[in-house]
C-alpha cells in the first residue's frame, strides 16, 4: 500500500497522458460518425436502387463484425498486403488508422439509428405542412427534425456510452491510449515495473467519464421531453 | 358565384381506379357534404383537391382560374403547386399537430414562415409578429380555446386539437376549406364541440367541403350532398333531395345502413 501510494504520482501522470489520447479518439470518432451516419443514412433509403443495396451491404458486413478485426484490417492492410506502409510506424499514423476504423464503424451504427428515426416521424406530419403551404425544406427544418433527435436521443446515448469502453479496443494496434498506458507498468515504465495496480486502476477513469457523459445525456434528454 | 369546379377527375392507384371521373362544383359561401361507404374514393378526392395526390386526369378550377390540368400537370413547377395548395386547408381525421409546438405556435408557424419569405409583406418583423398572434388570439377565442394556448397537443383532449387544428387552417384564409372526417378518431361525447365549431363556420358562410360519417349533421349544415360510391358520385344535390328522396337504391341501402344505428 506504501508503495502504492509512493507511485502513485509518476503512475497518474502517465495514465492521464493515455487518458487524453482515449478522449480524442472519443471526439474525433463522434464529431466524423454524426455526419458520416447522416449521409449513410440517405444512402440506405435512396430511391436509387444500387446506392440503396450497396449501402446497405457495406452497412451489414460493418455491423456484422469485430470492430477489433476492422481495426487490424485498416492498420496492417496496407502495409502487410499492399505493401504500402501508408500509416508509418509512429503514434500519429496509429492514430489515423484507429480514427478510420472507428468513425466507419459508428457512422455505421448512427445510420441505423437515423433511419429509423426519419422513418419513424408520421407522414402525416409532413402532409399537415404540406396542406399549410410550406416548402420541403421548411417542413424538414421546423416539423421533422426536432421530432427525429427527440427520438435518437436515447439509443445513440446507448451507442456513446459504448463508445467511451470500445475506444480500449484501440490498444490492439498499440495506440498509447489509456489501457496501453496503464499496462506499461506491467513490463516496465518511468522506473516501475511488475505493477498490475495501474491497469486496474483505469477502470476508475471508464467509470468516472461515463458518469459524465451519461449525466449530459439524461439532461438532453430530459431537454427533449417538454412535448410528446 | 361558383369558385370551385371539378371537371372529370380520376385517380388509379396501381390497377385501381379509385376516382373515375368526379364532377362537381361549388359556389361561394356553399357547405358541401360528401357522403359514402369507406373505401368510396372521399380522402383520396379531397388529397386531391389538395394536391397531396396528382390526379391522373381531369381539371380543377378556382374562382376561375385553371389550378390543375392533367394534360399540363407535368409542367407544373413546385412552387406553383404550393400556391394552388393555398387556395385549399385540409382538417385531417386524426388532427396531424406538430407535437413541439403549442396550440398558439401550431397556428402561427406557416403563416410566419410564409411571411418571412416576403420580408414580411414590408412591416417590420415583429410589427408583423404582433399582428398576426392577435389575428391567432382571435381565431382561438372564435373556437373557445384562448385558455388552452400555451399548451401543447400532448395536454389537449382529441376535440381540442382538431379545433387548434381547424384554427390552423383557417389562419391562412383558404378559399375552400376541406374536413376529412373530422369527428371519427374522437370519443362520442367529444364530436359536438368540434361540430359546434363547424357550424359556426357555415353561419359565417365559410366555404367547406366535409367528409363525414354524422350524417344528421351532414343534412343540417349542407346546403348540397354528394353521395360517392365506388369511385364514382353516386347521386348529387340538396340535403332534402339526397336524405329523403334519394333517387339510387344505392344511395337508399347506405343510408338505411347508417339510419340503422
Ligand atoms: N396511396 C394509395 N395506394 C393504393 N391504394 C390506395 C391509396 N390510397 C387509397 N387507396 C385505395 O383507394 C380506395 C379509396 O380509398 P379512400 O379514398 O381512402 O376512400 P374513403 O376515404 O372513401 O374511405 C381504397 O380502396 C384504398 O385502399
Ligand atoms: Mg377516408
Known amino acids: 500500500m506504501e508503495l502504492i501510494i509512493k507511485q502513485m504520482p509518476v503512475v497518474i501522470n502517465a495514465l492521464n497522458a493515455g487518458f487524453v489520447q482515449t478522449l480524442k479518439l472519443f471526439s474525433i470518432t463522434l464529431l466524423g460518425a454524426f455526419p458520416l451516419g447522416l ?21 451489414w458486413i460493418i455491423r456484422g463484425t469485430p470492430l477489433m478485426i476492422q481495426l487490424l484490417i485498416v492498420y496492417y492492410f496496407p502495409g502487410l498486403v499492399l505493401h504500402n506502409p501508408i500509416w508509418g510506424g509512429g503514434e500519429s499514423g ?38 399549410l403551404g410550406m416548402t420541403k425544406r421548411q417542413i424538414f427544418f421546423h416539423v421533422t427534425l426536432l421530432q427525429m433527435i427527440k427520438r435518437i436521443v436515447p439509443p445513440i446515448s446507448n451507442e456513446i456510452i459504448t463508445l467511451v469502453k470500445d475506444t480500449a479496443l484501440a490498444r490492439i494496434i498499440a495506440l498509447q491510449e489509456i489501457i496501453w498506458a496503464g499496462q506499461a507498468f506491467m513490463k516496465g515504465s518511468h522506473g516501475i515495473s511488475g505493477a498490475i495496480w495501474p491497469l486496474f486502476f483505469t477502470a476508475f477513469y471508464y467509470l468516472i467519464f461515463n458518469g459524465i457523459v451519461t449525466l449530459a445525456l439524461t439532461k438532453l434528454e430530459d431537454k427533449m421531453n417538454y412535448f410528446r | 358565384m361558383k369558385i370551385l369546379e371539378v371537371n372529370n377527375i380520376r385517380k388509379t392507384f396501381g390497377n385501381v381506379e ?3 371521373g368526379i364532377d362537381f362544383s361549388l359556389d361561394k ?10 373505401g368510396s374514393g372521399k ?17 380543377i378550377i378556382v374562382n376561375d382560374e385553371v389550378l390543375f390540368d392533367a394534360a399540363k400537370s407535368h409542367i407544373t413547377s413546385e412552387s406553383q403547386i404550393r400556391k394552388n395548395r393555398l387556395h385549399f386547408g385540409l382538417v385531417f381525421q386524426s388532427f396531424n399537430l406538430f407535437p413541439q409546438y403549442t396550440a398558439l405556435e401550431n397556428i402561427m408557424l406557416a403563416p410566419r414562415l410564409l411571411a418571412a419569405e416576403n420580408n414580411y409583406n414590408g412591416k417590420s418583423k415583429s410589427e408583423f409578429l404582433t399582428q398576426l398572434e392577435s389575428q391567432a388570439n382571435e381565431i382561438l377565442a372564435q373556437i373557445g380555446l ?12 382529441g376535440g381540442q386539437c382538431q379545433r387548434v387544428a381547424i384554427a390552423r387552417a383557417l389562419i391562412l384564409k383558404p ?19 368540434v361540430l359546434k365549431v363547424i357550424r359556426g363556420l357555415s353561419e359565417q358562410k365559410t366555404t367547406m367541403i366535409i367528409v363525414t360519417h354524422e350524417m344528421e349533421f351532414a343534412r343540417d349544415v349542407a346546403s348540397k350532398v354528394i353521395f360517392m360510391s365506388d369511385g364514382e358520385i353516386c347521386e348529387q344535390g340538396s340535403p332534402s333531395e339526397i336524405f329523403e328522396n334519394p333517387k339510387e337504391e344505392r344511395t337508399r341501402r347506405f343510408l338505411l345502413r347508417y339510419s340503422g344505428k
Open chain 1, 39 to 59: 449521409l449513410i443514412a440517405f444512402g440506405s433509403i435512396s430511391k436509387i436502387t444500387p446506392i440503396s443495396v450497396i449501402t446497405r451491404l457495406f452497412i
Open chain 2, 18 to 20: 379509385v376516382l373515375k
Open chain 2, 146 to 157: 384562448s385558455e388552452r394556448k400555451n399548451n401543447y397537443p400532448y395536454q389537449l383532449s
Open chain 2, 29 to 38: 359561401g356553399q357547405v358541401l357534404s360528401i357522403i359514402g361507404s369507406s
Open chain 1, 94 to 131: 496509429r492514430f489515423t488508422a484507429a480514427a478510420i476504423a472507428f468513425v466507419v464503424n459508428y457512422a455505421c451504427y448512427f445510420s441505423e439509428i437515423y433511419r429509423g428515426g426519419i422513418l419513424s416521424v408520421p407522414v402525416g406530419q409532413q402532409e399537415a405542412g404540406l396542406v
Open chain 2, 175 to 193: 378559399d375552400i376549406l376541406c374536413f376529412d372526417e373530422p369527428t371519427s378518431a374522437l370519443d362520442p361525447e367529444l364530436t359536438g364541440e
Open chain 2, 43 to 59: 380522402t383520396t378526392l379531397l388529397r386531391c383537391l389538395n394536391f397531396l395526390e396528382t390526379p391522373d386526369a381531369g381539371e
